[in-house]
């Protein structure tokens, strides 16, 4: 696996977003239940080194930037989202998957948790069919994704130091130096 960019998922339309609450516990009742959602590119910075001939090496330990952006569709659910600070949220996405080989349907998705900094809100965009939103940037400080059988398949914690990806700790050997 290369370790410049993992793209799990870029954008995701039909999620369901709940609000964090300091413990990371969601509310009962979602945010919204029909946004779209951009999850985090997770990349590394390079390094140049010269082995047979030049050569960008990742730097396993750090991360470039860690941004998620979602549009809320609906005005009152922007509202709720005043919050000064660190703000957290749940996404969660299911799909209709069918084995092609039995023809089974069987639902899949995931489940991510961010808590970050809102660091950008576009004012309220209103289509020409009536339909309104407004899109929220969060610079993220910790970032879970877990699949439907709550199996976690990203871990970062920028503040602990954590940054794990499909079970390995690539930060394990720093942290204990640390």
Do not use: W
């Not at 610079?139 to 130091?161: E, W």
């Amino acid at each position: 696996m290369s370790l410049r960019e993992i793209n799990r998922y870029l954008t995701v339309a039909g999620c369901s977003v709940y609000e964090l609450d300091d413990k990371g516990i969601p509310d009962t009742f979602p945010l919204t239940i029909d946004s779209e959602v951009t999850l985090p590119t997770i990349s590394f910075p390079t390094s140049d080194a010269q082995l047979m001939g030049p050569m960008s090496v990742p730097i396993q330990t750090a991360l470039e930037n860690l941004e998620m952006t979602i549009s809320l569709p609906d005005s009152a659910a922007a509202s709720k989202c005043r919050k000064k600070g660190v703000v957290g949220f749940m996404v969660r996405h299911a799909v209709s998957i069918t084995n092609r080989e039995t023809g089974e349907v069987f639902l899949g998705g995931f489940t991510a948790k961010a808590r970050g900094l809102i660091s950008a809100k576009d004012g309220l965009t209103i289509s020409p069919n009536g339909e309104s939103s407004t899109n929220l940037t969060v610079q993220l400080v910790s970032y879970q994704f877990q699949t439907d059988d709550s199996s976690t398949v990203i871990n970062i914690d920028r503040p602990s130091g954590i940054l794990e990806i499909n079970g390995e700790d690539y930060r394990k050997e720093l942290r204990e130096l640390l």
